[in-house]
């Protein structure tokens, strides 16, 4: 019982700081267009970035760009050691330049 009890604990431990989100705002004006990749891979423990995204649904460029590693990618970078470690992108589209 005292085995199962540290290995929840454990799990738990390990799993809480794993799930994290990031925003990087541009300062563009936003519009209702979202590309939204829920698994861009990244490697060993994210030193390796995922490959720049371009999109053509965004021709005036980004508003905002949202990172976090989900509960399932978690789970991924876990059971391969954090050797690949994916993570969810959404891109929020610009309807225009950054106003000055």
């Known amino acids: 019982m005292k085995r199962l009890r540290f290995l929840a604990l454990a799990a738990l431990a390990m799993s809480a700081p794993a799930c994290y989100h990031i925003t990087v705002l ?19 423990y994210g030193l390796v970035p995922p490959a720049e995204m371009t999109s053509e649904k965004c021709p005036s460029g980004v508003a905002k760009v949202e990172t976090e590693r989900s509960f399932l990618n978690s789970l991924v970078a876990g059971l391969t050691w954090s050797l690949y470690t994916p993570m969810h992108v959404t891109i929020t589209c610009a309807s225009g330049p950054v106003p000055r």
């Open 26 to 44: 541009s300062g563009a004006p936003t519009t209702a267009t979202t590309v939204d990749k829920p698994w861009q891979n990244s490697f060993v």
